[in-house]
């Protein structure tokens, strides 16, 4: 969380960002949504995402959203890549899913790295205004992208 909020997430602020994330960013008919990762000792990971935009007006049209987050002891595995990959397989597994994007702060370097190594390209950069601004936020916001054109020659 030390790139997302600065600190842990109190219980509402939990509960109101994944009623949008189980419903409007959702649509399992589709295969899209939130999955929970395990590792091979049925250790609970971490989380995964391949989500729309829902709620955002001014990313939902630019494409579809990949996200994670790995409880610590599931670092240094090659275990975000890995689930990584397979949302992005699980996103372009949808016809019409054209692009996905995912976006962290600069200075998160773990969670670029694992971006990169899945093949998405840093497209856009940026400073945005934070209520409780944190360590790193003067570096600003990273973006990266895939385009399904780009995923089917990988
Ligand atoms: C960002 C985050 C997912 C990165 O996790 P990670 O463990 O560094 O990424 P990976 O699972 O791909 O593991 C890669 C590392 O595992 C190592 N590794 C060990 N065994 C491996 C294996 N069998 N296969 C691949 N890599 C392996 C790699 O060498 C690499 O280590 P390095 O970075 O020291 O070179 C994790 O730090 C995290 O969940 N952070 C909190 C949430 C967050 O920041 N989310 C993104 C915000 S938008």
New binding site residues.
């Given amino acids: 969380?030390?790139?997302?909020l600065g600190r842990a997430a109190t219980p509402e602020e939990t509960r109101a960002e994944w009623a949008t994330r189980l419903t409007a960013q959702s649509d399992a008919s589709r295969g899209l949504g939130y999955w929970a990762g395990f590792t091979p000792d049925d250790e609970f990971a971490?989380w995964w995402s391949a989500s729309s935009f829902a709620g955002r007006p001014e990313l939902s049209g630019l494409g579809y959203r990949l996200?994670?987050?790995?409880?610590?002891t599931?670092?240094?595995?090659?275990?975000?890549?890995?689930?990584?990959g397979a949302m992005l397989a699980e996103a372009f597994a949808c016809a019409d899913v054209q692009r996905v994007l995912?976006?962290?702060?600069a200075v998160?370097t773990?969670?670029r790295?694992?971006l990169a190594?899945i093949g998405m390209a840093h497209t856009d950069s940026w400073v945005r205004e934070w209520d409780e601004p944190i360590p790193g936020w003067e570096g600003g916001e990273v973006r990266y992208e895939l385009e399904r054109s780009a995923y089917d020659v990988i």
């Fill in positions: 969380m030390r790139y997302i971490g996200g994670y987050r790995l409880r610590r599931a670092w240094g595995r090659g275990l975000a890549t890995e689930g990584a995912a976006s962290t702060m998160n773990g969670s790295a694992v190594r």
